[in-house]
C-alpha cells in the first residue's frame, strides 16, 4: 500500500549479507532508550507534522528503518530476531501473519487504544502478539479510457474475468513474489473453494492472463490506465492491484481530474489487513510500546489514508473525501480465516506456480 507505492510481497526467505553486529550495535535502538526503531517495508509513510508531535509528546526519536518489500522485510525480521534490527515492525499482513507469528517474531503488548478497534481486525485477540493498523482491499482495477474507446463493459467479478470478451486484458502479480498476487490467489480460493480455484485459474490461464514479478511492474509498466502506464504506453486494461488506487492516482495527478481516470471491479476483492508488533528482544521495549499505541492513535489513523492509501481501523478515525469519493472500500470483499491461510498458504501457491507458471 503506498504513496502508495502498492509494494510487492516476495515470500521466500531472503539471504542475508549482515544481519547485525555482534557487539549489538545494529539492533533495535543501539541500546539509545531515546530512540525508538521502526521496522518497516517501503511503504511506510506518514506526515512530519504528526511524527514531531508523538516525538515531542513521548520524548523519544523515530528512527525509521525500510527493508524492502513487506515479504523481505518480514523474512529478514525472522532471521535477524534473536538481535532485531529494530524494536517495533510494521507491515505484516494476514496472508503472512501466521509465519511471523509461529517464528516468534513478536512479544505480547495490549497497545492502549485497541478497544476502539473493530474486533474484525484482531485476529491475535487471545495474544495480542500483533495491533492492527489498516486495512484495504486487493482488487482488479480497470482503465475507464480503454473500456470506453472499445465499447465494452469491465468486468465486476472473478467470473467476468474468464470472459472471451476479456481474452489478454488482465495483468497480475507472481503469487509466490507479491502481496497482491497473493491477495488475488487467495481471493479465488475463497471464492471457489478448495476444489474450485485451480479449475478457475486454468481458465483465467487460458484467457491469456500475464504474470509479472510485483506490482509495481503490473501497474505502472503493464497496466493502460496509470499515470506511468500512459506514459510507458502499457497495453492491458486490467491489473490487480488496490480499491484505493483510484483515489492515488487523482491525488498525485497535476492538475487532478474531476473523475479518477480508473475503477474497481468490486466482485474481484480480498480483504488485506496490516499490523505493528513489538519485536521479540527490542532494545527499547518501553519506547516500542510508545509507539504502537501511537500507530493506532486518532492523529495517526487519520493522517495515514492519504500517505499509505489504507483505511484506518479505529472507530470514528475520519477518512478523506478523496476515499469516500473516488475509492470506498469492498462492501463485500472475499476473506479467509488466518487459520485457513495457515494450513494452506504455501502449497496454494506451489501449485499455482506449477500450473500458471510451467
Keep these: 500500500m503506498h504513496t ?14 549482515a544481519c547485525g553486529s555482534s557487539n549489538g550495535s545494529a539492533g533495535g535502538s543501539g541500546g539509545d532508550t531515546k530512540t525508538v526503531t521502526l521496522v518497516s517495508h517501503d511503504a511506510w509513510a506518514v506526515s512530519k507534522n504528526v511524527l514531531k508531535e508523538f516525538e515531542k509528546q ?9 527493508d524492502g518489500d513487506a515479504g523481505q522485510a518480514v523474512n529478514k525480521a525472522i532471521l535477524t530476531k534473536d538481535n532485531p534490527q529494530g524494536d517495533v515492525f510494521f ?22 487504544g485497541l478497544d476502539q478497534v473493530g474486533a474484525a481486525y484482531q485476529l491475535d485477540r487471545a495474544k495480542h502478539r500483533v495491533t ?10 480497470y482503465d475507464k479510457e480503454w473500456f470506453g474507446k472499445h465499447k465494452l463493459t469491465p468486468p465486476q467479478s472473478f467470473d467476468d474475468l474468464v470472459k472471451p470478451a476479456y481474452k489478454n486484458l488482465l495483468v497480475t502479480e507472481n503469487a509466490a513474489t507479491s502481496s497482491p498476487g ?45 499515470a506511468a502506464g500512459r506514459k510507458a504506453k502499457g497495453d492491458r486494461p486490467l491489473v490487480v ?15 487532478r481530474p474531476k ?21 521479540s528482544n527490542a532494545k527499547n521495549d518501553k519506547g516500542g510500546k510508545a509507539l504502537v499505541d501511537f500507530l493506532i492513535s486518532k492523529r495517526f489513523q487519520e493522517d495515514m489514508p492519504l500517505n499509505m492509501f489504507v483505511y484506518p481501523v479505529v472507530g470514528g478515525a475520519k477518512v478523506p473525501a478523496e476515499f469516500t469519493r473516488y475509492g470506498p472500500p469492498a462492501k463485500a470483499p472475499e476473506t479467509m480465516a488466518p487459520g485457513k ?7 496454494w501457491v506451489k501449485s499455482w506456480t506449477s500450473l500458471v507458471l510451467k
Design 241 to 255: 492491484s488496490y480499491a484505493s488506487s483510484p483515489p492515488a492516482e487523482v491525488v498525485f495527478a497535476d492538475p
Design 182 to 226: 497473493l491477495g488475488f490467489l487467495l481471493g479465488s480460493a475463497a471464492k471457489y473453494g478448495d476444489g474450485g480455484w485451480s479449475g478457475y485459474w486454468k481458465k483465467l490461464k487460458a484467457n491469456g492472463v500475464k504474470v509479472v514479478d510485483g506490482w509495481e511492474q503490473a501497474y505502472n509498466g503493464e497496466f493502460s490506465g496509470s
Design 58 to 66: 513521548s520524548g523519544y526519536k523515530v528512527r525509521v528503518l525500510k
Design 4 to 17: 502508495k507505492t502498492f509494494v510487492a510481497v516476495g515470500l521466500g526467505l531472503v539471504t542475508l549479507s
Design 132 to 141: 492492527p493498523i489498516d486495512y484495504g482491499d486487493i482488487c482488479v482495477n
Design 91 to 112: 507491515g505484516v499482513d494476514n496472508t503472512l501473519l501466521s509465519r511471523a507469528l509461529d517464528n516468534g517474531l513478536f512479544q505480547p503488548y495490549r497497545a492502549k
Design 259 to 279: 473523475t479518477a481516470p480508473t475503477g474497481v471491479a468490486t466482485g474481484t476483492c480480498f480483504r488485506q489487513i496490516e499490523f505493528a508488533g513489538l519485536l
Design 341 to 347: 491461510i495457515a494450513a494452506d498458504r504455501d502449497q
